[in-house]
């Protein structure tokens, strides 16, 4: 399996990530040498077996409904990249 | 008697309580080796001097009451995945230079209610990602034994710092190997428990599903009095465990006499250098010698473990990292023009160029036809690595093998090519994969570099591997070598 | 769009209703509705580096007894997945959700139309967290976010595409938004957004069988606007077709100034989500024993109820229904009931017509109601000891609603005690009767009428007291001669 240079482009768009026109050939490359790597997964043979999403067998655990947190928002804030009256401020959000 | 940094745990425990010297001495001690010694290194992130002599002090007390513990008054160093309250938390990274972590992680917690010293934050490879400690956005980490060669990653910093005696012990995390590999190219043991054994709760997490916290230490013993400190269930982790934890100090000397080893065949094909090879086969040996039975095993599906792996870990890593938006907290781009913009420049600069390239191949196998030929693949796999296991343990008590394929590698000689170095982890993996205990212990030198033996145990079976490993340690002297220039 | 004959709405509903926990879905922080921005982001809803995220008992619980509400299968385990977008209301660059197996699955609702009793089907009831909020105000030209509400339980609702028209959606969701206030898992409170709705229309010609391209209009938050919104929307989708057009997939807002639907054209239009199993979270296992004491804690649904009051209390179903509209109200009704003594139909029409109607007038609800349910049976009792006439209880029954007192009082203040004394309403006849000899005479000549005429003068002369039983039958005694 190999990335195109354009498959790059779309993935570092899902990702938010702002790539250089000089790094896409580059992580192109790269990540085509990776997953010609994992591509060795496909000759192994897995019908019937089930995924495993965890190294245990566990259940989740409940937690009670009990108010725990108190407001600490001035610490959470004080160093946030920007903040007024109490809101985070990212540029203007138009739908 | 010996110098502070030559001493055990024990030792210094003995000797705080003793009042043979205080807990600020101790300390001082160590910070101003760090102030003289890590400048060659660059082990630490952060030093954090005067928590440490506030801490130190507050053990003094608590020492003269009468109230101390085994590790009251003990220096450590935390790698800078954990958060610490009111000290900067970096991860490694550019986007979390100027985080100051608002609360602190649990094993944080447990390790300053335990009494501990905390004198900085380690150096690490960027959100734990890479195996030599050369994605640090803070510069790579050189290894004690040969400056010009990597210390081993993730947990480089932890590993340079104490195989340097700047601290006598110090926390590290173990995604892929992150604990031992760097272990075993310092001549340090390190032990990664079973996964849920530690909470994760305020480590910052690259692969939840695999991320577990451990220790390296000079010695077994060393490892087991701080890794039963961190052991514990968590309520505030849904995968921490609840089972009491086992002692893990008591057991330490029992003999192993009639202990039964497995060697699994494909840890010893192709890719183990003859250097290395030679330096396990003579620890077999002596375990042969200390009355371990040996038997050859088969771990089928392990030559799959480093494909499975950087497809689960990748896919959990995209996620895990899409909280860094500049928005919070964390770095954010200067002059954007819209929201995207801020997005895609604060991770764009944030992110170096090895975290990148694995949220991309995250994003990409999780992404919509692709999911079930990677993802769900690789869920499946990883299923098969841990029924080998399974089997494995029917049979036998550990699982031995090398921890790496050589000693430390050249700074620099595999950053080009992503694939080689993940194949360093090759021996590693599986564990994560399987979520068991395995550590990593010191067995010889090739050229005055360090070699690790890696054992691997059942769940929760750290006691029994903490207990082999220092049994060892007891007919051999390998993990009392310490790098020239740092004695 | 009843002048499209041909054509045919298909219609699914997707309605997001926070759960009324105290806490959030993965953490402890309060969800109290109102607070200051950002002082109910904890750590886990900021998505802080290295928090993790801990299941909420009651929030499961809820969702288990919505579940069992309206009929559906309980997943014995069920797994959160994260949703992944970026958004600055989101703070971890995923939504916790969950995708391939939520805990309630294959249910449904009867709504009734008319008179005709339609069944819609529920596909999924699944678990997540709700969103924060942008603030588009003048921030320096920026916008501001709150993730006070972050965090927040929701389920999301989804409907079978079976709904084919606005009034049956807003009976629906009428339906929905009552059961899930009964089940006291939602206060229902549509302007904070406690209830939200998505509606996902499509058009087809009759008789075909293929769904057209459907759209989604999203978060209209109010029935009207439900109502609006699927008519607009219909409206526009046949005009497209029939001008040759082709509808877009495209998610659409609803502008309740001009009644309008607009296309939001995000550049994310190709949303890849990447859905995968939370790896922070574990499969959440529900019991057969765990349902079976969600079910022992489950209320007495609407429709039971309702059934209960026709066969109890004798009551029409148009009066059952009202009565059974809200909880509270049932409530009411009952302890009306119960402490009045009174006829149950008489409670009834108390509760239904004069309650409701002055609540109605005052602005208030059941729960700020003015007059509680003793208050009311005071009243009724004396209608039912004959102490007042029914007449005279709506007068009282408005004092009581100016604050003048419970029944007891006003009456004895008012002194509106009925006459029951025969004696003293036989004199109010015989006074009548001798001012009004005329109208005597002509009712025994065959003037029938004017025995209303008798009584009204009778009640005016006794200010209105005169037990109306007793007046009538002595009345008629004295008239006959």
Known sequence: MSLSPEQVRQVAHLARLELKNEQVEHYARQLSNILGMVDRLSAAQTDGVPEMAHPLDMTQRLRPDVVTETDRRDVFQEHAPAVQDGLFLVPKVIE | MNAPHQLSIRELSDGLRGKKFSSRELTQHFLKRIDTLDPQLNSLITVTAARAQRQAEAADARIARGEAGPLTGIPLIQKDIFCTQGVRTSCASQMLDRFIAPYDATIVEKLDAAGMVMLGKANMDEFAMGSSNETSWYGPVCNPWDLSRVPGGSSGGSVAAVAAGLAPVATATDTGGSIRQPAALTNLTGIKPTYGRVSRYGMIAFASSLDQAGVVARSAEDAAVVLQAMSGFDPRDSTSVERPVDDLVTGLNQPIKGLRIGLPKEYFAEGLAPGARACVEAAIKKFEELGAVIKEISLPNSPLSVPTYYVVAPAEASSNLARFDGVRYGHRAEGVKNLEDLYKKSRGEGFGAEVQRRIMIGTYVLSHGYYDAYYLKAQKVRRLIYDDFKRAFAEVDVVLGPTATDVAFKLGSKTDDPVAMYLNDIYTIAANLAGIPAMSLPCGFVDGLPVGLQLMGNYFDEARLLNVAHQYQQATNWHQQSPKGFA | ?481
């Not at chain 3, 002048?3 to 309605?15: R, S």
């Not at chain 3, 077709?241 to 807002?253: A, H, N």
């Not at chain 3, 009644?259 to 959440?284: C, H």
């Not at chain 3, 006459?419 to 005329?438: G, Q």
């Open chain 3, 1 to 481: 769009m009843s002048q499209h004959a041909e054509w045919e709405a298909v219609i699914g509903l997707e309605v997001h209703c926070q759960l009324l926990t105290k806490t959030k879905i993965f953490s402890g922080a309060s969800t109290t509705y109102g607070a200051e921005p950002n002082t109910q982001a904890d750590a886990v809803t900021l998505g802080l580096p290295g928090v993790l995220p801990v299941l909420n008992a009651e929030a499961l619980n809820m969702a288990v007894k919505f579940g069992l509400a309206v009929d559906a299968q309980i997943a014995p385990r069920c797994v959160f997945a994260r949703k992944h977008y970026f958004y600055p209301d989101l703070p971890k660059g995923y939504q916790i959700s969950q995708y391939e197996l939520p805990i309630v699955a294959h249910g449904h609702l009867d709504i009734e139309v008319g008179e005709q009793v339609k069944r819609i089907g529920i596909t999924r009831a699944h678990l997540e967290e709700d969103a924060g909020k942008s603030l588009h105000e003048n921030f320096s030209g920026m916008t501001g976010i709150d993730l006070n509400r972050a965090g927040t339980p929701l389920i999301e609702i989804v409907s079978e595409p079976d709904i084919r028209s606005s009034v049956e959606a807003v009976a629906y969701l009428k339906k929905l938004h009552q059961l899930v206030v009964f089940l006291g898992v939602c206060d229902g409170n549509m302007q904070e957004g406690s209830f939200r709705c998505d509606a996902n229309v499509s058009v087809r010609r009759k008789g075909t069988e293929k769904f057209g391209t459907r759209t989604e209009t999203k978060n209209i938050n109010s029935f009207r606007y439900v109502e609006k919104a699927i008519e607009y929307e219909i409206e526009r989708q046949i005009e497209v077709i029939e001008s040759g057009g082709k509808i877009v997939q495209e998610t659409r807002l609803f502008n309740p100034d001009t009644g309008e639907t607009r296309s939001m054209r995000s550049k994310e239009n190709a949303n890849d989500y990447r859905y995968f199993p939370d790896p922070d979270l574990l499969p959440v296992v529900v019991t057969e024993a765990d349902v079976a004491r969600i079910r022992g804690q489950m209320p007495e649904l609407p429709e039971a109820m309702r059934d209960r009051f026709m066969s109890q209390y004798g009551l029409s179903k148009y009066d059952a229904v009202t009565l059974t509209g809200e909880r509270a109200l049932a409530a009411y009704y009952e302890a009306v009931v119960k402490s009045s003594g009174a006829d149950a139909k008489l409670c009834a029409n108390w509760v239904s017509t004069d309650l409701l109607g002055a609540l109605n007038k005052l602005g208030k609800d059941i729960a700020t109601s003015p007059i509680s349910a003793d208050a009311l049976a005071g009243l009724l009792k004396r209608i039912a000891d004959k102490t007042i006439s029914g007449k005279i209880a709506k007068d009282v029954f408005e004092a009581m609603c100016a604050g003048e007192g419970d029944a007891d009082a006003i009456i004895k203040a008012k002194g509106l005690v009925q006459i029951t004394d025969e004696s003293a309403i036989v004199k109010a006849i015989e006074d009548v009767m001798a001012k009004n000899p005329d109208n005597v005479a002509a009712y025994r000549g065959g003037k029938d009428k004017l025995f209303g005429f008798f009584v009204g003068q009778v009640m005016k002369a006794t200010g209105g007291k005169a037990n109306p039983d007793a007046l009538n039958r002595l009345l008629k005694e004295k008239l006959a001669g």
